[in-house]
Antibody, heavy 118, light 108 residues
């Protein structure tokens, strides 16, 4: 059974950096790219970027380029998403979601709520 | 940057057919994928590669794509199909993925 367990909720001040983890089990970590998706309260889904766990190569959405860093630790079967220079608009639920045999995510983490507030 | 455009809302009565559209310039070249998201839950993949259903998705869900528009069709919509639906597809490079803005489906 595929499981994706994300780290817990975070409260950060504007300008700070947050790093969220996503521990996977139930499949071979390096087999599928890992995506990160942002969802602000009451808003839609926004693709942030992905990492190829096998070689660490990343692709980022233009909106987050320069502020987001996505990494993968194959020794821990864990992916990470770090977002810097936080602002109030970054208050959101963040999901990790690996691609699947369908080419896109089928399984999703439980989401990590990040609140940015002074 | 690339955008996928969806109507904000669609409303149908139970048993009617609901159609949700998604337009994007790269859709003639790239597949469309569709997610259902119910309130407080993670998204669920309901259609992949324009018109295929993952295992476990009811047959009333179908997809099609023509030119720059993809369509999700729910034939005989049920109350439990009330949710937000998102199309998902990459830009013409195939590398940068985008979600549509989402469509709130109301069935009542």
């Amino acid at each position: 059974e595929v499981q994706l367990v994300q780290s817990g909720a975070e409260v950060k001040k504007p300008g700070a950096t947050v790093k969220i983890s996503c521990k996977v089990s139930g499949y071979t970590f390096i087999d599928y790219y890992m995506n990160w998706v942002q969802q602000a309260p009451g808003k839609g889904l926004e693709w942030m970027g992905l990492v190829d766990p096998e070689n660490g190569e990343t692709i980022y959405a233009e909106k987050f380029q320069g502020r987001v860093t996505i990494t993968a630790d194959t020794s821990r079967d864990t992916a990470y998403m770090e977002l810097s220079s936080l602002r109030s608009e970054d208050t959101a639920l963040y999901y990790c979601a690996p691609n699947s045999r369908y080419r896109v995510p089928k399984y999703w983490g439980q989401g990590t709520l990040v609140t940015v507030s002074s | 940057s690339y955008e996928l455009t969806q109507p904000p809302s669609v409303s149908v009565s139970p048993g009617q057919t609901a159609r949700i559209t998604c337009s994007g310039d790269a859709l003639p070249k790239e597949y469309a994928y569709w997610y259902q998201q119910k309130s407080g839950q993670a998204p669920v993949l309901v259609i992949y590669e324009d018109n295929k259903r993952p295992s476990g998705i009811p047959e009333r869900f179908s997809g099609s794509s023509s030119g720059t528009m993809a369509t999700l069709t729910i034939s005989g919509a049920q109350v439990e199909d009330e949710a937000a639906y998102y199309c998902y597809s990459p830009d013409s490079s195939g590398n940068h993925w985008v979600f549509g803005g989402g469509t709130k489906l109301t069935v009542l």
